[in-house]
Nanobody
Framework: QVQLVESGGGLVQAGGSLRLSCALS????????MGWFRQAPGKEREFVAG????????VYADSVKGRLAISRDNAKNTVSLQMNSLKPEDTGVYYC???????????????????WGQGTQVTVPS
């Protein structure tokens, strides 16, 4: 059974940091791109960051560039999102997702991701 399990969310003051992790199991994820998405209250889910199979290629939403960093450890089957200088607008449920195509570059598009986690809440009070 394929599982993506996010952890590390919580409440943090503006300017603070959090590190989200996604534990992968049930298939070989090491050859697939991975992504993080988020959904703010009352808004559509949006792309945050993506990484290719070996970590050489990363892409970010403009709103998070320079503050958030995606990484992966294929030996441990984990994907992480380091979140620094957090802002109230970063509040939302953060989802980890596994891409459909092996060895593909990371995509910003949700249909390009096949498996999704349940999400972890990040709250940055204003």
């Amino acid at each position: 059974q394929v599982q993506l399990v996010e952890s590390g969310g919580g409440l943090v003051q503006a300017g603070g940091s959090l590190r989200l992790s996604c534990a992968l199991s049930g298939r070989t994820f090491s050859i697939y791109p991975m992504g993080w998405f988020r959904q703010a209250p009352g808004k559509e889910r949006e792309f945050v960051a993506g990484v290719n199979w070996n970590g050489d290629i990363t892409v970010y939403a403009d709103s998070v560039k320079g503050r958030l960093a995606i990484s992966r450890d294929n030996a441990k089957n984990t994907v992480s999102l380091q979140m620094n200088s957090l802002k109230p607008e970063d509040t939302g449920v953060y989802y980890c997702a596994a891409g459909r195509a092996p060895y593909a570059s990371p995509s910003r598009l949700q249909p390009d991701y096949r498996y999704w986690g349940q999400g972890t809440q990040v709250t940055v009070p204003s």
